[in-house]
């Protein structure tokens, strides 16, 4: 057993002892998680009949805020524990609860209207997934509900509602009941979900055309967030200094933030909770650009979605580098770049 991708990728996990607890197959964990996407990003996992705790902690690798396992066997969460320990888990950033699962589900309240999703793998000889359908079903809301997964074993299949929210997907003898929100429209039952873009880059130093196309993304999405890249070369301001210009332009803009970044763009987008990357195109060259880049991408994320915005055609010269050579020229800034970034590049020797 092992973790498939994320920060534990290829981390081994303790197996259970002797055929008293099945674990759930690889084959089946890639396919939930490429499934459930974005979702799990910042959100509570809950990991019902825990078993090993491998699919929790699959969950935490992936970039989920925080795990619950959920087990009515010591022995269970005892493993669990063990394989938590071995990928590094923070305390506080795990639960160990010890219920039997229908008696969880009962009393499960979740806090606050916090992004969750849960997934039960019980056991394939009882009836008891069928019953943790039932439960699912007749309960009239869960709000800030991402996700529902039920395994099961053909045996003991619960049937589905008439509707079209729930469906059945089979992988050799397991079969997976999926409910999933749509990540742009609505939760479970009319529970509303924002919408939520990364919009990344050096931003040495923001420009007009980057400041208009946040304020252009921040009409189409609900949440922008500006993810200030780490670059790793020297170049005209530091990391820090980036991205406080970029908080100082952005000031007064509803639903803009602005954080700094390092490692894969993909698995910022699933830590972050955002459900697509927005970039800008200024020219033919940005464009073939892009295109390999979101061609990457989607080999190792094919879940996040790319919006582009054309730059406006009285923006689309302006370009970090061209105001680096300005600059370096003694040449005037006002038309380039925003108020605060002038202010702090005046009279400055680079």
């Known amino acids: ?17 002797g055929d008293a607890i099945r674990p759930t197959a690889d084959r089946v964990k890639e396919a939930l998680f490429s499934i459930l996407g974005a979702r799990v990003a910042g959100a509570v996992f809950v990991d019902l009949c825990c078993g090993t705790g491998a699919l929790g902690i699959e969950a935490l690798s992936r970039g989920a805020g925080r795990a619950i396992f959920v087990d009515e066997a010591k022995t269970s969460l005892t493993l669990a524990g063990a394989n938590l320990a071995r990928c590094g888990a923070t305390e506080g950033s795990f639960a160990l ?56 074993g053909s045996e003991h299949l ?11 997907r089979r992988y050799g003898q397991a079969t997976l009941a999926l409910w999933l ?55 005209l301001l530091e990391l820090d200094e980036r991205v406080e210009l970029f908080r100082a332009s952005v000031a007064g803009m509803s639903g803009v933030e602005v954080e700094p970044f390092s490692g894969l763009l993909v698995d910022e987008v699933r830590r972050r909770g955002a459900s697509a ?49 300005v600059l370096r020229h003694g040449g005037p800034l006002d038309r380039l770049v925003p108020e605060p970034v002038a202010r702090a590049l005046a009279g400055r020797d680079f």
């Not at 619960?158 to 059945?168: G, N, R, Y």
């Open 1 to 17: 057993m092992r973790v498939v991708a994320g920060r534990w990728r290829g981390r081994r996990l303790l197996p259970p002892p």
């Open 97 to 152: 609860e010890r219920c039997e699962a229908l008696a969880w589900l009962d009393r499960w309240s979740p806090a606050g209207g916090s992004p969750w999703l849960l997934v039960a793998d019980p056991p394939y000889r009882t009836p008891l997934g069928a019953h943790i359908m039932e439960r699912l079903l007749a309960r009239p809301a869960w709000p800030g509900c991402r996700a529902l997964a039920v395994e099961q």
């Open 158 to 168: 619960a049937p589905l509602p008439a509707d079209d929210a729930w469906e059945l």
């Open 181 to 235: 929100a749509p990540e742009r429209l609505t939760g479970w039952k009319g529970v509303s979900m924002h919408r939520h873009v990364l919009y990344p880059g050096s931003f040495d130093p923001v420009t007009l055309g980057h400041l208009d196309l946040v304020e252009r993304a921040s009409r189409l999405f609900d949440r922008v967030t500006v993810v200030v890249a780490a670059t790793g070369k020297a170049g």
């Open 277 to 325: 990357v927005v970039r800008g195109i200024r020219t033919p060259g940005d464009y073939e650009h892009e295109w390999t880049m979101a061609g990457v991408n989607a080999l190792l994320a094919a879940d996040v979605e790319y919006v582009y915005l054309l730059a406006r055609p009285q923006l689309a010269a302006i370009s970090s580098t061209l105001v680096r050579d």
